[in-house]
């Protein structure tokens, strides 16, 4: 887990995938650490300690969102990603805050179902396969579910006369399961379609009003009418799959998922607040924006420690990391309410990029996009090669660019360079056979559009 990961170890995984920002990074991993930390202490310490949450500001592109997306990939903790601009006061259309709880409850019981799905595999790839080898060999056991009148009033069910099988038929029988087997285990079957039934979950979804969630009224009911189930033709290699989902899912102890589920999220749980600039500031009148003050105070006690109630029970938000990133163009980190500012003591600023912050984004990261198109055209017959003084001409225009229009940081790259591969892209389809192609500093001169090498001046004109 990256909370058992030191601090630097934390740095040098983000360090893959996002160049600079060195500050943001390290407060991150120091925050990521000390949830490990507080959890080797002892219950009655542990109480006392809450996460120091972080707001981090700097213009768009430069890798906040990026750092989310790498830190939820990098954990198993319960993490999500929402954005405060699809939240509302009370009162007015929308998603309401303490959605963002159910979010990450619902993320946590993902990743404790994924741990015990991973515990019973075996088992339920064992028994699904005897289900399917019941199928194949035309030994369909009768279904379990029942006539819910006959359940209620205890009318006798009907049994079909069965006779008495010989030792020779259970020989028989027993040597073409062995047979079946075989040939299912080698995949000889996989693409033979059978009839399978599986449990059929469909429900109608209810909204309550006031609780800003679905209750699924099969679920609701599921202690008291009997499971439905439905038929399905698939084929061999997709039975299996659904066969040993539902075999894992009886094998689990749903009741403790959601135990577990529920603890992990509140002493784990991460919640990243992307665009709260959008919510900062006060606003006057009526419009659009009329709520944003009111978004804010109703963030405040999710940040400052509550209980919110979800399907699978009460959740305390006093121990959950909150980390808010924002571009804060228009709007500052001190428009936010001072109660709300006061829930994020550590601020970090993250810088705008380079010149050379590019050329590194471009050469160094794990994900550039100069290693996408390059795999992308070579399944065309493309071979691609950016030479260095490619990349130096490209991550000059992203900076003109961003520094003569809109500074939209690392985002500019995926502009330029799409701008630059049009016509190797347009044409790679009809190759043959495989090309090489060098883009080197001539190429890149020679084909980005006009509109991106000179400045337009004509809406500086009065």
Avoid: W
């Avoid at 600079?20 to 300690?49: F, T």
């Avoid at 994020?344 to 990029?353: A, D």
Wanted: proline fraction near 4%; charge should be negative.
């Amino acid at each position: 887990m990256a909370t058992q990961l030191t601090p630097k170890q934390i740095v040098e995984e983000l360090d893959k995938y996002i160049i600079g920002q060195d500050e943001a990074k390290k407060a991150v991993a120091i925050a990521l650490r000390n949830r490990y930390r507080r959890s080797r202490l002892s219950p009655e310490l542990r109480e006392e300690i809450t996460p120091k949450n972080i707001i981090m500001s700097g213009p768009t592109g430069v890798g906040k969102t990026e750092i989310a997306r790498r830190l939820s990939k990098l954990m198993r903790a319960p993490f999500v990603k929402v954005e405060a601009t699809k939240f509302t006061e009370v009162g007015y259309v929308g998603r309401d805050v303490e959605s963002i709880i159910r979010d990450l409850v619902e993320a946590a019981v993902r990743i404790v179902k994924k741990e015990r799905y991973e515990a019973v595999e075996e088992q339920a790839k064992r028994m699904a396969e005897a289900r399917l080898v019941d199928i194949l060999c035309d030994e369909k056991k009768p279904s379990s579910a029942q006539n819910p009148f006959s359940m209620i009033f205890g009318a006798p069910q009907l049994k079909a006369g069965q006779t008495q099988e010989t030792e020779e038929q259970k020989q028989e029988r027993m040597t073409k399961r062995q047979e079946m087997e075989y040939k299912l285990r080698s995949g000889v079957l996989d693409d033979m379609i059978v009839e399978i039934e599986v449990e059929d979950n469909s429900g109608i979804g209810i909204e309550i009003a006031g609780m800003g969630s679905e209750i699924n009224m099969g679920e609701a009911f599921a202690g008291i009418l009997p499971k439905r189930t439905k038929q399905r033709k698939v084929p061999v290699r997709e039975a299996r799959k659904l066969l040993e989902a539902e075999e894992a899912d009886k094998l689990i102890d749903m009741d403790e998922v959601s135990a577990t589920a529920i603890e992990r999220a509140e002493q784990d749980g991460i919640v990243f607040l992307d665009e709260i600039d959008k919510i900062a500031g006060k606003t006057m009148g009526s419009g659009p924006d009329i709520s944003r003050e009111g978004v804010q105070r109703d963030i405040l006690p999710i940040v400052e420690g509550s209980t919110v109630v979800t399907k699978y029970g009460p959740v305390k938000t006093d121990f959950i990391l909150f980390i808010a990133a924002g571009a804060f163009h228009v709007s500052k980190i001190s428009d936010l309410i001072p109660e709300l500012q006061g829930r994020f003591p550590i601020h970090v600023e993250l810088n705008s990029l380079t010149k050379q912050d590019f050329v590194k984004i471009l050469s160094q990261t794990e994900n550039a996009i100069t290693k996408q198109y390059t795999a992308l055209l070579s399944t065309d017959g493309i071979n691609l090669e950016f030479t260095q003084d490619a990349l130096e001409a490209i991550a000059g225009y992203a900076q003109t660019a961003n520094e003569t229009m809109e500074n939209i940081g690392a985002r500019r790259l995926h502009t330029i360079v799409e701008n630059l591969l049009e016509d190797i892209s347009f044409n790679a389809g009809d190759v043959f056979p495989p090309v090489d192609v060098k883009v080197d500093a001539n190429y890149v001169n020679a084909h980005i559009k006009d509109n991106l090498k000179d400045r337009n001046l004509s809406k500086f004109i009065l």
